[in-house]
C-alpha cells in the first residue's frame, strides 16, 4: 500500500483585495489547488491582504468576491492573519 505525499503551498496576499488583480489570481489557484487530494494549502494574509477578509464587503459591479473566496478556502484549506 503506498502513501500519497502531499505537496504543501503556502501563498502570502499582500495587496488589497481589489486594487489590482493579484489576490485574486492567488486565491484563484489556491481554490483550485485545495481540490486535488495530493495538496495541502495554506494562504497567509499580510498588510492590505487582511481587508480581504473583511466581512461584508461591498464588491464593485463586475468584480469578483474576495470575501466569498476565502471563505470558500477557509472551508478545505488553512487561511491566517
Known amino acids: ?3 500519497t505525499k502531499k ?3 503556502l ?17 484563484r489557484l489556491a481554490l483550485n489547488l485545495v ?12 498588510g492590505d491582504g487582511v481587508n ?3 466581512a461584508g464587503q461591498k464588491t464593485p459591479e463586475e468584480y469578483y468576491n474576495v470575501e466569498r473566496m476565502l471563505r470558500s478556502l477557509a472551508k478545505r484549506g488553512e487561511v491566517a492573519t
Open 1 to 3: 500500500m503506498s502513501e
Open 7 to 9: 505537496t504543501n503551498y
Open 11 to 27: 501563498f502570502i496576499v499582500n495587496d488589497s483585495p481589489y486594487g489590482n488583480e493579484r489576490p485574486y489570481n492567488a486565491l
Open 35 to 46: 481540490k486535488r487530494e495530493d495538496a495541502s494549502v495554506r494562504v497567509f494574509l499580510l
Open 52 to 54: 480581504c477578509a473583511i
